[in-house]
Nanobody, 126 residues
Framework: QVHVVESGGGSVQAGGSLMLSCAAS??????????MGWFRQAPEKEREFVAA???????YYLDSVKGRFTISRDNAERTVYLHMNSLKLEDTAVYYC??????????????????WGQGTQVTVSS
């Protein structure tokens, strides 16, 4: 069983920056075997894909965050980061981290992930 725990959420003004962290643990977890993704869910909206990094290092982004968000991983620390710059009001949501056992399945679909964190709130204000 793999567990993931998010941290780093908070409140920030529009145009500001935040960095989210996702720490993975579990006897079977290794960075070479798992891909990691970030999703978000705003009130009364469906959960949507934000960014992902595959086990081989390939990265993927939601179009609206390209150029503003960067996903990275520290394999030694078993941690994935989401660096968020130039935040907008519409980025306000609960952000979730998820892990997918090594495969070539889509990383943009929530249903293909195996483990989820509890989420961390990001609030962007004007």
């Amino acid at each position: 069983q793999v567990h993931v725990v998010e941290s780093g959420g908070g409140s920030v003004q529009a145009g500001g920056s935040l960095m989210l962290s996702c720490a993975a643990s579990g006897r079977t977890f290794s960075s070479s075997r798992y891909s990691m993704g970030w999703f978000r869910q705003a009130p009364e909206k469906e959960r949507e894909f934000v960014a992902a990094i595959r086990w081989n290092g390939d990265t993927y982004y939601l179009d609206s965050v390209k150029g503003r968000f960067t996903i990275s991983r520290d394999n030694a620390e078993r941690t994935v980061y989401l660096h968020m710059n130039s935040l907008k009001l519409e980025d306000t949501a609960v952000y979730y981290c998820a892990a997918q056992l090594k495969s070539l399945r889509s990383l943009t679909s929530a249903g293909f992930y195996d483990s989820w964190g509890q989420g961390t709130q990001v609030t962007v204000s004007s």
